[in-house]
Structures are given as structure tokens and as C-alpha cells.
């Protein structure tokens, strides 16, 4: 009797598509978990956060412009970019290093499958820089003497940034799997990024190729004047790192044909997108916008604002009328020392900008020779409040703006007084107001136009004043002040009439 034996064919199972976005989901937050536990990724991590409190610390002297704040945010997440682009590029090739790529081949992901987990990987990290871009704009946003606006484009950039970095190690993995390959591409992104706005930042259609896109001019404009294409950068960026992903997913083995339809779809999708932000960052300035900084420069009455303050009337762009009780306050404490009509007559403090180069290049702004005009500039804070102090206080004793320029008498005496001695820390006003951070001989005072000349005889004259402090100073300013103003005075005299020590020799401008 024989027994016959029937052989089944083992059962063959396909993994349901469901389950192997599971797995890639799966792979993905544990391959996102090790990204964010690597030492070079922690340690810019910790890297940037110390650059940014850094940079909110030490920039804008506590008054910041929005406008500004968001540009600047985008340079420090480079630093965890790099970090990114090298820790991808290692975790995609842990596999050829450890000599287990074969044991994938009986698991139900296939290579592009856990290329797709390891492009997921990068989201987290990004979220990361994203959390520290919104502080370090947020904490200068709720200051009260913020102004300005800022821009969710220019915001974009520093998180789009590191997407972009982790992409490229993705593609490199892929492509060259090789170890020497990453130190090549790291520099080479180092380059371009940094090197490249430098070279080809004049305007142009290939000035706005490299992710991060610095300036020529370091002033502040009205955000609506400053013409930057962010939001079609963000959409050259967004559209670069995802096409740069999508290769990396599309070139790796193992995917079906409906797989292989659906990625290069999303290749050709990601392609367009990064060519319509492309073709709109190339556009340039518009017309409209070259005639609107024309108008802001040349003829900043068509669009400012004007608000009263105590006598004198205080002219801004709209995002700096909120600033005028500020300046009003320094114009009153100028004002309180003097005497004559000086201290009561009506100025009219007028905001100015070159803004006809945008934030390409910087421009000089020419002295008002208009009577009791005084120029104020859309900087504040730190050096410039005694260089707002020293032009109100030279239009009070000279009449106008460009007057200053000419002055080298004893009136500077008077002038250096009004402006600093009021402060509560002169000497130290006096050195920031100064071109070489000096207090003693001769130097160049800034100014918001043109600066005026101090001579080491003055300088003395003003520090023994400051020395003695208002209570003495100020009623022989007053006593005294036509002798003071008048263009024959010298410093001499003028030492004389304040009581203080005279210096040797004769005023000549140095």
C-alpha cells in the first residue's frame, strides 16, 4: 500500500500597501529619533541656540525692526543643516558600513521604501529649527519699541534651509555612496551659500540661486520699500528640496511600476514649483517699486505721517510713528539745557532714507538746509540717539543741518554740551558718538547726515563740563547763551564764560 503525498505550495503573502506605510512611518521615527540623538546634530543644535541668543542680545540696541529681524534668522540654521546633510547621508549608508544590507532583502521594505523613511526622518529636526526661528523673532516682536513687519518668506528660509541640506545628503547617499563624498558636498553647499551672494549678490537672475541671500547695505527701509522676492525664494527652496528628496526615492531599487508613476509625478510637481519661485525671484525690482523709493527718499512728506509733540511736530514713515515719543524726549532733554529762543523753538523733526538702492547698496543722505529741521534716521538706539541729540542740538545753535559741516569755533562746545549733557552717562555717549570711539584730541562726530569735527581743544572743554555736571553748567549756558552762539566766539571764550580751564592756541578746524 502505498501513500501518496500531496505537496502544497507554501503560501506567498503580500504585504498589504496599508502596512508598509506603517513600516515606513515605523522607520521613520526611529531613524528620526537617532538623527536627533547624533552628537554633531546636538551640538549645533546647541550651537544655534547660543548664536541665537547671541545675536538677540547684541543687535539693534533694544529697538529693533522687524523688517530686519527676519533676514535675520536665516544664517545660523545653516549650522544644523550641515550637521543634517552629514548625519543623513551616514544613516542612509549605515547599512553598506555594517555589512547588513542583505539582511533588508527578507524584510518588506524595499530600498526606496526606506530611502522614503529616511526623507520623513528629517521633518522632525526641521520642526526644531522652525520652534527656534519663531523665538528668535518673537523675542524681539513683543518688545514695545519694535516696529515694522516682518516676513513669513524671509522666515521660512533658515527651516527650508536645513529640509534642503538633509535632502542633499539623502541624494549623495544614492548617488555616491562613498564616505569621501559628503565632505565634498558639505563644502561645496558651504561655498555656494556663503561665498556665492558675495560674488553674484548685485542683482540678476542667478543672485537669488543660493539658499541664503545676504545684503549690501546693512540700513533700515520701510518694509514695503524693501522688495526682496521671499515668498518666490521660499517656493525655489520648498521646490528644490523636495525634487532633491524625490530623486533620492525614485533612483533607489525595489519600487513597482504605480510606485514608480506616482514618484516621478511628484518629481515633475516639485520640479515646476521650484521653477516658479525661480522665475519669480529673477523678476527684479518693479517699476512701481523703483518709483515708491524714489518718493520715500526725495520727497518723504507724500508718505509720512506727522504727530505733535509738546512745540515741535515729528514727521515718520507709518511704521515708525510709534517711535516719535521717543525722539521727542531726547529733542526736550536737548532743549532743557539751552537758552535764548532756543528752548522753546519749534523744530520739525523729519524721518529720511536713501532707499532708492533698496537694501543693495548704502547712499549718504544730504543735509537739510531747511531753518529748525532736524534729520532722523529709521536707526535707534545704541550710537545713534547721541547722534539725533547732536543734529537737534547743532540746528538749535546754528540754525540748520548743513551748517554743522562748517563749524569749527567755540558754538561746537555748545553744541557737544547740549547734545550729551543731559545723559546719564556722558563720557560714554561722547565716545559712542565719536568716529574712533575716542575721548580725548580731535575726531569726527556722526550725525545722521553729514558729521561735524571736534579738535582736541573742544574735547577737553566738553569733558570738563560734563565733569561738573548740569546744576553747575547749565545756568552759565543760559546766562551766557548769545555770547555762546555767536559765530566770533572761540573755545577759549567759551571755557571762560563756563568757568572751566581754557585750552592753548587758536580754533582751527582739524
Known amino acids: 500500500m502505498s501513500t501518496v503525498l500531496t505537496l502544497t505550495p507554501a503560501e506567498t503573502h503580500t504585504a498589504p500597501a496599508r502596512q508598509s506605510w506603517q513600516a515606513i512611518f515605523a522607520l521613520a521615527r526611529f531613524e528620526s529619533r537617532k538623527l536627533l540623538l547624533r ?41 544644523v543643516g550641515f550637521a543634517v546633510l552629514l548625519c543623513v547621508n551616514q544613516a542612509v549608508l549605515r547599512s553598506q558600513r555594517h555589512d547588513t544590507e542583505r539582511l533588508f532583502g527578507v524584510l518588506v521594505l524595499e530600498p526606496w521604501r526606506r530611502t522614503a523613511a529616511h526623507a520623513l526622518s528629517i521633518l522632525p529636526v526641521t520642526g526644531l529649527v522652525v520652534l527656534g526661528v519663531a523665538a528668535q523673532f518673537g523675542w524681539q516682536a513683543v518688545k514695545s519699541t519694535a516696529v515694522g513687519h516682518g516676513s513669513v518668506g524671509e522666515l521660512l528660509v533658515g527651516p527650508l534651509c536645513v529640509l534642503l541640506c ?10 555616491v555612496p562613498k564616505p569621501f563624498a559628503i565632505p565634498v ?57 523636495l525634487a532633491l528628496a524625490l530623486l533620492a ?26 521653477v516658479v519661485g525661480g522665475v519669480g525671484q529673477a523678476a527684479g525690482v518693479s517699476s512701481e517699486m523703483t518709483a515708491a523709493r524714489t518718493v520715500a527718499t526725495l520727497n518723504p512728506q507724500k508718505v509720512q505721517s506727522c504727530v505733535r509733540h509738546g512745540r515741535s511736530t515729528y514727521c515718520a514713515f507709518p511704521e515708525w510713528v510709534p517711535r516719535t515719543t521717543t525722539w521727542a524726549d531726547v529733542t526736550d532733554h536737548v532743549q532743557s539745557l539751552a ?24 547712499g549718504a543722505i544730504d543735509p537739510s538746509t531747511t531753518p529748525n529741521q532736524v534729520t532722523v534716521r529709521t ?9 539725533f541729540s547732536a543734529a537737534v542740538a547743532s540746528v538749535l545753535v546754528l540754525g540748520n543741518e548743513k551748517a554743522g559741516g562748517d563749524v569749527c569755533d567755540g558754538r561746537m562746545v555748545t553744541i557737544m554740551w547740549l547734545a550729551l549733557g543731559w545723559t546719564s552717562d556722558p563720557v560714554t555717549e561722547l565716545r559712542a558718538v565719536r568716529l574712533d570711539d575716542s575721548v580725548t584730541g580731535s575726531a569726527s562726530v556722526l550725525s545722521p547726515t553729514n558729521g561735524m569735527t571736534m579738535t582736541a581743544g573742544q574735547t577737553s572743554v566738553v569733558r570738563e563740563l560734563l565733569a561738573a555736571g548740569p546744576s553747575t553748567v547749565t545756568p552759565k549756558v543760559k546766562a551766557h547763551w548769545a555770547e555762546l552762539t555767536s559765530p566770533k566766539v572761540t573755545t577759549a571764550k567759551v571755557a571762560q564764560l563756563l568757568g572751566v ?10
Open 249 to 274: 526615492v525614485l533612483i533607489s531599487k525595489g519600487r513597482t511600476k504605480t510606485a514608480t508613476t506616482v514618484l516621478a509625478g511628484s518629481l515633475a510637481g516639485a520640479i515646476a514649483l521650484g
Open 379 to 387: 536707526m535707534w538706539g545704541g550710537p545713534r540717539t547721541p547722534e
Open 166 to 175: 538633509g535632502a542633499i545628503g539623502l541624494l549623495m547617499a544614492r548617488l
Open 185 to 241: 558636498a558639505a563644502v561645496l553647499l558651504l561655498v555656494f551659500s556663503v561665498l556665492a551672494p558675495v560674488s553674484i549678490g548685485g542683482g540678476g537672475a542667478t543672485a537669488w540661486l543660493p539658499p541664503v541671500v545676504g545684503e549690501g547695505s546693512t540700513k533700515t527701509i520701510p518694509s514695503d520699500l524693501i522688495g526682496r522676492p521671499a515668498v518666490a525664494h521660499s517656493l525655489y527652496l520648498t521646490g528644490l528640496a
Open 39 to 79: 552628537i554633531p546634530v546636538l551640538f549645533m543644535l546647541a550651537a544655534y541656540v547660543a548664536w541665537i541668543v547671541w545675536r538677540t542680545r547684541n543687535d539693534w540696541s533694544g529697538y529693533p525692526a522687524l523688517q530686519d529681524v527676519d533676514r535675520a534668522t536665516q544664517t545660523g540654521p545653516l549650522l
Open 501 to 510: 580751564k581754557a585750552p592753548g592756541g587758536a580754533d582751527k578746524c582739524e
Open 339 to 362: 537758552g535764548g529762543t532756543a528752548q522753546t523753538q519749534k523744530l520739525l523733526v523729519r524721518q529720511r532714507v536713501e532707499a532708492r538702492y533698496g537694501m543693495e547698496a548704502d
